[in-house]
């Protein structure tokens, strides 16, 4: 055994006892330990990662609301652009009418 294992197995013993613990029961206890640490972190990143959930799917249904909106303003503009050229094609026609009227009756 190196001196360094040896410092820390001297270590360990020496916060066993003053657990008032075996060496087996320390080596579970500090078991316990390290497995309830990994579970809060755990716990912590599992509760970060249901937050972003959170803000991703708001991003989601906002993108989607103004994909709606986006397309029904891009429908009404159709709709006027097509009852625009309609009225184009109404008044124009009505002129050219309107035209050989005055040209009939100037004859």
Do not use: C, P
């Not at 003053?18 to 316990?32: A, E, I, N, R």
């Not at 803000?55 to 909106?69: E, F, G, P």
């Amino acid at each position: 055994m190196t001196t360094k294992a040896y410092k820390i197995n001297i270590r360990h013993e020496e916060n066993a006892k003053k657990l008032k613990m075996t060496m087996g029961q320390y080596v579970d206890y500090l078991d316990k330990l390290v497995n309830l640490d990994r579970n809060r972190e755990q716990e912590i990143q599992l509760t970060k990662i249901e937050k972003l959930e959170g803000i991703v799917q708001s991003n989601i249904n906002y993108q989607i609301s103004q994909r709606a909106k986006d397309l029904t303003t891009e429908k009404k503009l159709d709709d006027i652009i097509k009852s625009n050229a309609l009225l184009k094609q109404v008044f124009t026609a009505k002129l050219k009418f309107i035209d050989e009227l005055e040209k009939e009756l100037s004859k």
